[in-house]
């Protein structure tokens, strides 16, 4: 199926193709962006790609409608949310799946680990999201708040390393960032509280 990261995206505004081109054009000059589905104006499917072919990711945007993919995804992540921590995240997140109207998908491909692709696909990533705002969500690591800090633990077990979170903390956000594979970091973090000595955004 591939590996995949999403925007969540409350409008269902289409960010144009030229804009997106510009500021690859501006940030990543080496980089480049075919349309594979639709218009311009009105793009569903676009492919990011190096010079010599070799593709980065396939970019799909899809409209949330009764009936559409786009809103099988959102049941889908109601379902698999469910059970996963901090619960006040989860909650957090069934009402905000309600207001999206659009989904930006990104599948990754090989070019990504070569030449600098992770650092293209993520101007690209930031260039819709600027645009379309949201939230993101990432296969096997969760979904961010709208600033972009993280808010759901779907990490594995064995997960390590500095990461920028979020905790609901009386109707705000509370962003910080912490120590993955500390125990008592992730403990604090599943109960929806802020670790104790983490350095706060």
Known sequence: MGYYIRILSPTDNCVPYAELQASLVSDTPSATLTIEAGSEANWEQIILSHPNGSEM?????????AGSLGAEELQEF??????????????????????????????????????????ILEALRDAIWQRSKGIFQADGEGFSNEEGYHILWQFSDSVSGSWWMGVLQDGSWVNFETELGDPQHRQAFLRGEVPQGVKRA
């Not at 990711?57 to 409608?65: C, K, L, Q, Y």
């Open 57 to 65: 990711a396939v970019v799909e945007r899809n409209s949330v409608n």
């Open 78 to 119: 109601r379902e698999e949310i469910a059970d996963c921590a901090p619960a006040s995240a989860v909650a957090w997140l069934i009402d905000y799946f309600s207001r999206v109207r659009t989904i930006y998908a990104f599948q990754l491909l090989s070019g990504t680990e070569a030449e600098g692709g992770w650092d």
